[in-house]
């Protein structure tokens, strides 16, 4: 009987730990665009969802945009770093010289389209530049589509730039932006609406994407692009995640994110940033904005005018013991396999 009660007990216990639910973990993903913008509707919001249907249900995604947990968006890289939160998505040339090697992907001209040239830049910074993202579990890194001119008076020719006070995402861009004769000044893009408005700045250098968060062709009236396969520039960003976050979960699980790492999502977070580009486009057309798209001799122009901001890269890069010049022939090697 004392035998019978011993093994109905540990026969009771054993369905008791078999049964006992799957320990959950609650992520908290933190960055500075409003939920309506293109990359958190069409690549964060899908990322999670799809993190928490394969974890099935166990690891659970809350959103914090627009910075709504503090800070600015250059302390992002810094929260995910320091286990503040556990996700972030973030602009990289927020903080300058932080980044070195993937900066070869903000030189001027580089860019064919966003879904193209991010998974090129996925595959560059996993074969060169993983170091930079050595503290934190890389998701993907991606660029936005071909930088674009949203001025208060028309950008025809090289000559109009000049003394007009621009906006630049990054240092590169604004090293490019005085090189083509500008006044740069750098911001973060939250700022950008209320500077064109009250005139602390005469264009800004976004993406068409952008624009709409932003009801920035509400504000100005002009836009400038170029002709041919590759635009102005381009900004890098990532998606990254605490690496204590990711090293307390179980091997499942861990599996479940490693799976939805990598150029498919890189590639899926640039084709949401071209979709966007297009709608937003229309509706500058729409409210009957003037969109000049520069012809090939004048963008050759600019191109040449912008080989000084490369060089100048070469120079830097060669000062830190980084073979500057070989990383940006890989980066155009690639966004060529890349671009179909």
């Given at each position: 009987?004392?035998?019978?009660?011993?093994?109905?007990?540990?026969?009771?216990?054993?369905?008791?730990?078999?049964?006992?639910?799957?320990?959950?973990?609650?992520?908290?993903?933190?960055?500075?665009?409003?939920?309506?913008?293109?990359?958190?509707?069409?690549?964060?919001?899908?990322?999670?969802?799809?993190?928490?249907?394969?974890?099935?249900?166990?690891?659970?995604?809350?959103?914090?945009?627009?910075?709504?947990?503090?800070?600015?968006?250059?302390?992002?890289?810094?929260?995910?770093?320091?286990?503040?939160?556990?996700?972030?998505?973030?602009?990289?040339?927020?903080?300058?010289?932080?980044?070195?090697k993937s900066e070869v992907f903000e030189m001027p001209f580089l860019v064919t389209n966003a879904?193209?040239?991010?998974?090129?830049?996925?595959?560059?910074?996993?074969?060169?530049?993983?170091?930079?993202?050595?503290?934190?579990?890389?998701?993907?890194?991606?660029?936005?589509?071909?930088?674009?001119?949203?001025?208060?008076?028309?950008?025809?020719?090289?000559?109009?730039?000049?003394?007009?006070?621009?906006?630049?995402?990054?240092?590169?861009?604004?090293?490019?932006?005085?090189?083509?004769?500008?006044?740069?000044?750098?911001?973060?893009?939250?700022?950008?609406?209320?500077?064109?408005?009250?005139?602390?700045?005469?264009?800004?250098?976004?993406?068409?994407?952008?624009?709409?968060?932003?009801?920035?062709?509400?504000?100005?009236?002009?836009?400038?692009?170029?002709?041919?396969?590759?635009?102005?520039?381009?900004?890098?960003?990532?998606?990254?995640?605490?690496?204590?976050?990711?090293?307390?979960?179980?091997?499942?699980?861990?599996?479940?994110?490693?799976?939805?790492?990598?150029?498919?999502?890189?590639?899926?977070?640039?084709?949401?940033?071209?979709?966007?580009?297009?709608?937003?486009?229309?509706?500058?057309?729409?409210?009957?904005?003037?969109?000049?798209?520069?012809?090939?001799?004048?963008?050759?122009?600019?191109?040449?005018?912008?080989?000084?901001?490369?060089?100048?890269?070469?120079?830097?890069?060669?000062?830190?013991?980084?073979?500057?010049?070989?990383?940006?022939?890989?980066?155009?090697?690639?966004?060529?396999?890349?671009?179909?």
């Amino acid at each position: 009987m004392f035998t019978r009660t011993l093994l109905a007990a540990a026969l009771y216990g054993a369905a008791s730990i078999s049964s006992a639910p799957a320990q959950e973990f609650t992520f908290r993903l933190h960055q500075f665009l409003p939920m309506t913008d293109s990359v958190p509707r069409e690549g964060l919001i899908p990322w999670a969802e799809t993190i928490e249907d394969q974890s099935e249900g166990r690891i659970k995604i809350e959103y914090y945009p627009s910075m709504i947990l503090g800070g600015a968006p250059p302390n992002l890289f810094d929260q995910a770093q320091d286990g503040v939160v556990d996700l972030i998505w973030t602009v990289l040339g927020y903080t300058p010289g932080r980044f070195p090697k993937s900066e070869v992907f903000e030189m001027p001209f580089l860019v064919t389209n966003a879904e193209d040239t991010s998974r090129a830049f996925q595959r560059y910074v996993e074969e060169n530049a993983m170091d930079e993202f050595a503290d934190v579990k890389l998701i993907a890194v991606h660029t936005h589509g071909p930088g674009v001119f949203h001025s208060s008076s028309p950008i025809e020719t090289l000559d109009d730039l000049a003394g007009l006070k621009v906006r630049g995402g990054s240092r590169v861009i604004s090293a490019m932006l005085t090189d083509l004769g500008a006044e740069a000044i750098g911001m973060p893009v939250p700022q950008v609406p209320e500077s064109l408005s009250r005139g602390v700045i005469d264009a800004a250098t976004i993406p068409w994407q952008v624009t709409m968060a932003l009801r920035t062709s509400e504000i100005v009236s002009h836009h400038t692009e170029f002709s041919g396969n590759q635009g102005l520039y381009t900004q890098t960003f990532a998606f990254v995640m605490n690496r204590d976050s990711y090293e307390s979960l179980p091997d499942d699980l861990k599996a479940v994110i490693d799976a939805n790492t990598g150029v498919e999502w890189a590639g899926r977070f640039g084709a949401a940033n071209d979709a966007d580009d297009i709608v937003a486009r229309n509706e500058a057309l729409g409210r009957g904005n003037a969109i000049v798209t520069l012809d090939a001799e004048e963008t050759a122009r600019w191109r040449a005018a912008a080989q000084v901001t490369i060089d100048n890269w070469f120079a830097e890069t060669a000062a830190n013991g980084i073979d500057g010049e070989a990383l940006y022939g890989r980066a155009l090697e690639l966004v060529a396999e890349e671009t179909r």
